[in-house]
């Protein structure tokens, strides 16, 4: 078996931040630091600061007056942020500068008169984050046969933003789309799909069509979580390159059967996934299929984001 590694892959600086961000309440201010929601979609990373003493709630009215809390990277509405403040919680906004964009891309529009439309996933924490700036002016699509459903017409001043971990062909689509249904629709100058995301949709795609070529047995394996999507179109795009693809939390997760000694995998994860995850499902395949490595480097990554001040 050869285990091909490809990088770029893992956490995105927006998670880096996040995570460190909650590292660092929870060394200067102890246990409980109390995190508004998952501090992002992957369950070793959870399960982790758990143990360090973080307390994931999915409502503020769930933590104690006065408390340390965090946003998580995927950010909050101008209404969570209010109800914080009602509570003088001592809040760390930990949300990824790349969701804070969209949440001003969202303002900016609806300021300027438009009605809206936000590409993305409607029960996601982002995307209910930023419809949160206007709830009667921003409305979600996630397909084509949502768009129809939209009450809006030809002739309404209409713009479009979308969630950052889509995938970019399927956000191109629904563009496409938007654009023959409303042709006067804007959209922001740069695309909102995040620079990791696409990263990591591109090295699984190089790699795909590099090997397909070849006629060898490639698979996929992606480490991430079932809840995390830009994990999800990471397995949904080996997929459509022809690639039997596995989405798993950790190597208990491999079922051996799924794979042989003369298997091609191409290994990587999702933005929210931790290197150490990735190291332990290398050593199951070393040791179950005397797997070799080799490094495939698509792309460099350099960006970086300041961590947010303590309170």
Known sequence: MIIKL?????FCAGVYRATSALDAALNKYGAPVYVYHEIVHNKWVVDYFRQKGAAFVNSLDDIPDGSVTLFS???????????????????????????????????????????VVLIGHPHHDEVVGVQ??????????????????????????VAYITQTTLS??????????????FPNIVGPTVKDICYATQNRQNAIKTAANEFNQKNLVVKAVVVGS?????????????????????LIDSPADINSDDFTDADVVLLTAGAS???????????????????????????????????????
């Open 132 to 157: 949160g700036e206007a709830p009667d002016k921003i409305f979600i699509v996630k397909s084509k046969e949502s768009i129809d459903a939209l009450p809006l017409t030809a002739k309404d001043k």
């Open 6 to 10: 490809l990088f770029p892959r893992g």
């Open 168 to 181: 970019l062909d399927e956000s191109a689509a629904i563009i496409e789309y938007l654009k023959s249904r």
């Open 273 to 311: 996934a931790h290197e150490s995850v990735v190291e332990q499902v290398v050593k199951y395949f070393q040791s179950t299929f005397d797997a070799r490595i080799e490094e495939a480097r698509i792309c460099e990554e350099s960006t970086f984001f300041p961590a947010p001040i303590l309170p």
């Open 226 to 246: 079932s809840n995390s999507s830009n994990s999800i179109r990471l397995t949904e795009i080996a997929k459509q390159q022809n690639i039997p693809a596995f």
């Open 73 to 115: 990277a995927h950010g909050v509405s101008p209404q969570i942020e209010q109800q914080a403040k009602e509570k003088n919680l001592r809040y760390i906004d930990a949300s990824c500068p790349l969701v804070q964009k969209v949440h001003r891309e969202a303002r900016r529009f609806v300021q300027q008169g438009y009605s």
